[in-house]
Nanobody, 120 residues
Framework: HVQLVESGGGSVQAGGSLRLSCAASAYTYSSYCMGWFRQAPGKGREGVST???????GYADSVKGRFTISRDNAKNTLYLQLNSLKSEDTAMYYC???????????????WGQGTQVTVS
C-alpha cells in the first residue's frame, strides 16, 4: 500500500536550518506531484510548498525565499530545506501526494504521519 514517511524534524534556534525528507513507496513516485503542509498547535493545516512531476516549485508567501522544495525521483524521496527558521515555523510538517498541484488539502490522497519542527 502507498506509504509516505517523513523524517528530519527537530528542535532548532531561530535562524537555524533543517532538511525534511519524505520517503515514498508502493507507487510510481515520478508520476505524481507532491506537497508539504504544516499544522501548528491550535491552527488548521496549511500548505507550505508544492512540486510538479518535473520539478516546478511553488511556495506559500510566508516561506518564500527561506524554504526550498526538491525531489529525487530515483530515490522516491521528497525534500524540504528550511532555512532562516522563525518561531512561527514551529509546526508538524506533513508530505502528501496529489495527481495535480492544488492548494486544497482535499486534493491530496495520501499523507505521511508528520515530523515535528520546533523553533525557539
Amino acid at each position: 500500500h502507498v506509504q509516505l514517511v517523513e523524517s528530519g524534524g527537530g528542535s532548532v534556534q531561530a535562524g537555524g536550518s533543517l532538511r525534511l525528507s519524505c520517503a515514498a513507496s508502493a507507487y510510481t513516485y515520478s508520476s505524481y506531484c507532491m506537497g508539504w503542509f504544516r499544522q501548528a498547535p491550535g491552527k488548521g493545516r496549511e500548505g507550505v510548498s508544492t512540486i510538479t512531476r518535473d520539478g516546478r516549485a511553488g511556495y506559500a508567501d510566508s516561506v518564500k525565499g527561506r524554504f526550498t522544495i526538491s525531489r529525487d525521483n530515483a530515490k522516491n524521496t521528497l525534500y524540504l530545506q528550511l532555512n532562516s527558521l522563525k518561531s512561527e515555523d514551529t509546526a508538524m510538517y506533513y508530505c502528501a501526494r496529489t495527481g495535480v498541484v492544488v492548494a486544497a488539502r482535499s486534493g491530496y490522497d495520501y499523507w505521511g504521519q508528520g515530523t515535528q519542527v520546533t523553533v525557539s
